[in-house]
């Protein structure tokens, strides 16, 4: 829809679809931050959120804190950073532990893990480096190869990569449906048009006198 309305203003134009993608994120983002950011109590519909598929691996210790025996599981990829909006949501939906992973800070995480009333809880925190560790105090949890993470991600096309989907044409983010709501797509597209259109209605310089006549106007 961008490449057809730049065309009827201008047929000389050339724009690549990657730079369109660039920007249809960035203006996702703009446009979701200006919608709810301001009430982060209003509901932000499904179409907004991803839903990443994150496989997990064993590892002695969180980067940055001191390693305290045992081990825990981290992600073996980095994870997008969210947008501070909507609710983020860490699951699993393995024979062992089916339902939501409890979020706490990086420093608590060496803590928990002792009480023997809390033993099948799994907890996750985020380390600087963007990957997510989980502990519990049950060895069972160890067994798990995959968790699931759902959020409003800052940069979709990021989160695309990582995006739970078994179809052949997974790795291809045109065929992917655009995680914005039916809403905000005319903005975002009016965005996009007016940030690429021709500058074909700017004044011209037509004075051959070595003066930047444009300054005047």
């Not at 706490?104 to 009333?117: A, C, E, F, L, T």
């Amino acid at each position: 829809m961008v490449l057809d309305m730049l065309k009827e203003m201008s047929d000389d134009a050339t724009y690549t679809e990657e730079h369109i993608i660039f920007l249809a994120g960035r203006y996702r983002s703009f446009l979701l931050k200006q919608r709810y950011a301001q009430d982060l109590k209003k509901e932000i519909p499904e179409s907004n959120y991803q839903t990443l598929c994150l496989e997990l691996e064993a590892v002695e210790a969180i980067d940055g804190l001191p390693c305290e025996g045992g081990y825990m599981l981290r992600t073996k990829e980095e994870v997008p950073a969210t947008l501070p909006l909507g609710t983020t949501r860490l699951y699993t939906s393995g024979s062992y532990y089916h339902g939501d992973i409890t979020f706490i800070s990086k420093d608590r995480m060496r803590y928990v893990g002792y009480n023997k009333w809390l033993q099948n809880i799994i907890y996750a925190c985020l380390d600087p480096n963007g990957r997510i560790y989980l502990n519990s105090n049950n060895p069972q949890f160890m067994y798990l190869k995959e968790a699931k993470l759902q959020g409003v991600f800052e940069n979709a096309e990021e989160a695309a990569k990582l995006e739970c989907d078994e179809s052949d044409d997974s790795c291809d983010i045109m065929e992917k449906d655009f995680p914005l709501e039916d809403a905000l797509i005319a903005p975002m597209i009016e965005l996009i048009v007016k940030e690429l259109s021709p500058s074909v209605a700017a004044p011209e310089d037509t004075e051959n006198n070595a003066k930047d006549n444009l300054s005047r106007n």
